[in-house]
C-alpha cells in the first residue's frame, strides 16, 4: 500500500520518455461495449483480460528507473488507440516489499486497480493480491487474496471486502496517474538532469538527479560508446545539472543507453 501512495506524495522523480513504441492493428474487437452505468464487476475483469491477452499490439511507454537507497519503482503505460489504456508501476523496497499495481481504463474513465504486493519479515513472506472496481469514478467492490507463497496465493480466490460504514474509502487515483504521466513525459516535478557519468572496470554509467533537489537518482548503463558519451566523459562540467537529449531501452531491469547515429552527433548538440 505504501508504495505507490508515495508517488501521490511526489518524493519519486522519474523523467525522459522511454523511446520503444508498439501500435496496435486490431485493438480489443471483441471487448463488451456497454456504458460505464451498467458495467459489472464480472465484465470488468473480461475487459481488463482482454487488455492483458493483447498488451503486446499496443503502443508502450515508460519511465526510468529512479533510485533511493533501497528503494526503486518503474512505471510503464499501454494504449490501443480509445479502446483500452493500462498503466503499471513497480516498487521494490530492498528485500522487504514489492508490489505491482495496474491501473485499468475504459474510454478513459479508471474501472479497475489490480495490485500484487509480496512483504518479508521474520516469520516468512505474506503475498496479497487486491482488486478495487470503479464504476463512474466511485469504488463499488473491493476483494482479495492472502497466502504465504506465491504457489499457494493463485489457488485461492478471491474474498470480497467489506466497506466501514457502507462506504469504500476514497483513494486519490488522479493524483496517481497524474504523476505516472508527469513520470513517463519527464514533465513538472519529474524532470531530471545530468550528474556525473561514472567509469567502472567492467560498466560505465551516465547518472540523472532530480532537478528539484530530491534524493531520488536515475542511472543509465552505457553498452557501447559514441561522442555524445565521450563528450560526457572528456568534458562532465559543461553539462552538469543540464537536461540530456538521451535515448534507452529497458533491459533486465536495467535502463541501457541507444548510440546516436554518427551522423547525426556533435558535442554542441548533446544539451538543451
Known amino acids: 500500500?505504501?508504495?505507490?501512495?508515495?508517488?501521490?506524495?511526489?518524493?519519486?522523480?522519474?523523467?525522459?520518455?522511454?523511446?520503444?513504441?508498439f501500435k496496435s492493428t486490431h485493438p480489443q474487437a471483441a471487448l463488451p461495449e456497454e456504458g460505464m452505468t451498467g458495467i459489472t464487476d464480472?465484465?470488468?475483469?473480461?475487459?481488463?483480460?482482454?487488455?492483458?491477452?493483447?498488451l503486446k499490439d499496443y503502443r508502450k511507454q515508460y519511465s526510468l528507473i529512479y533510485e533511493s537507497g533501497d528503494f526503486s519503482v518503474y512505471a510503464e503505460k499501454y494504449s490501443a488507440h480509445?479502446?483500452?489504456?493500462?498503466?503499471?508501476?513497480?516498487?521494490?523496497?530492498?528485500?522487504?516489499?514489492?508490489?505491482?499495481?495496474?491501473?485499468?481504463?475504459?474510454?478513459?474513465?479508471?474501472i479497475l486497480v489490480k495490485e500484487?504486493?509480496?512483504?518479508?519479515?521474520?516469520?516468512?513472506?505474506?503475498?496479497?493480491?487486491?482488486?478495487?472496481?470503479?464504476?463512474n469514478n466511485v469504488t463499488f467492490k473491493i476483494d482479495n487474496r492472502t497466502a504465504s507463497s506465491e504457489e499457494a496465493l493463485r489457488t485461492l480466490p478471491y474474498l470480497p471486502v467489506q466497506p466501514a460504514d457502507s462506504k469504500y474509502p476514497d483513494d486519490n487515483y488522479v493524483s496517481d496517474v497524474k504523476g505516472i504521466n508527469d513520470a513517463i513525459n519527464g514533465t513538472?516535478?519529474?524532470?531530471?538532469?545530468?550528474?556525473?557519468?561514472t567509469t567502472y572496470p567492467d560498466a560505465l554509467y551516465i547518472t540523472l538527479k532530480s532537478k528539484r533537489q530530491s534524493n531520488y537518482k536515475a542511472s543509465i548503463l552505457v553498452k557501447n560508446k559514441d561522442t555524445y558519451?565521450?563528450?560526457?566523459?572528456?568534458?562532465?562540467?559543461?553539462?552538469?545539472?543540464?537536461?540530456?537529449?538521451?535515448?534507452?531501452?529497458?533491459?533486465?531491469?536495467?535502463?541501457?543507453?541507444?548510440?546516436?547515429?554518427?551522423?547525426?552527433?556533435s558535442a554542441s548538440g548533446l544539451n538543451k
Not at 45 to 54: G, K, P, Q, V, Y
Not at 116 to 135: S, W
Open 116 to 135: 500484487r504486493n509480496k512483504l518479508m519479515n521474520e516469520e516468512g513472506g505474506v503475498y496479497r493480491d487486491r482488486r478495487i472496481y470503479l464504476r
Open 229 to 265: 558519451v565521450d563528450s560526457l566523459l572528456n568534458f562532465p562540467g559543461l553539462f552538469k545539472d543540464r537536461w540530456l537529449k538521451l535515448k534507452w531501452v529497458i533491459e533486465d531491469h536495467n535502463a541501457v543507453y541507444v548510440p546516436v547515429a554518427a551522423a547525426t552527433t
Open 42 to 54: 464480472k465484465s470488468i475483469l473480461n475487459f481488463s483480460a482482454a487488455i492483458d491477452r493483447n
Open 1 to 21: 500500500m505504501r508504495t505507490i501512495y508515495l508517488l501521490s506524495l511526489g518524493l519519486l522523480l522519474f523523467t525522459l520518455p522511454g523511446c520503444n513504441y
Open 82 to 110: 480509445d479502446n483500452g489504456m493500462l498503466y503499471k508501476t513497480y516498487t521494490t523496497n530492498g528485500t522487504i516489499s514489492n508490489t505491482v499495481k495496474s491501473y485499468y481504463f475504459k474510454n478513459d474513465s479508471l
Open 188 to 197: 513538472d516535478k519529474f524532470e531530471m538532469v545530468f550528474d556525473n557519468i
